[in-house]
């Protein structure tokens, strides 16, 4: 009989224990989901050079025209335009690997 209290007692424990990670689980305060696609963008952009970063945090999050960023970098669109075809190629590979 003493194995049957001891199956018994560890079952209650493992019931109590279970019980109680569920209660403080309900008592968290509820927040708002968070922007799951920037975080994945952050991840994203922190694989990439210094370079290619900057040339698609510029187009993309920034928002900016490739005559504006032709014209900061000394350019010409054309070669905007590529940079940011290789980039994009570069920065796919790696989230492809993973």
Do not use: F
């Amino acid at each position: 009989m003493t194995w049957v209290n001891s199956i018994a007692l560890n079952l209650y424990r493992n019931h109590a224990k279970r019980d109680l990670r569920l209660e403080e689980l309900r008592e968290l305060p509820i927040r708002s989901d968070p922007n799951v696609a920037s975080i994945d963008v952050g991840r994203m952009l922190a694989t990439c050079n210094p370079s290619d970063r900057s040339l698609l945090r510029t187009r993309y999050l920034e928002e900016r025209d490739i005559a504006e960023i032709a014209t900061a970098c000394g350019c010409s669109q054309t070669a905007v335009r590529i940079r940011l075809l290789r980039a994009r190629r570069r920065l796919r590979e790696r989230v492809e690997r993973r």
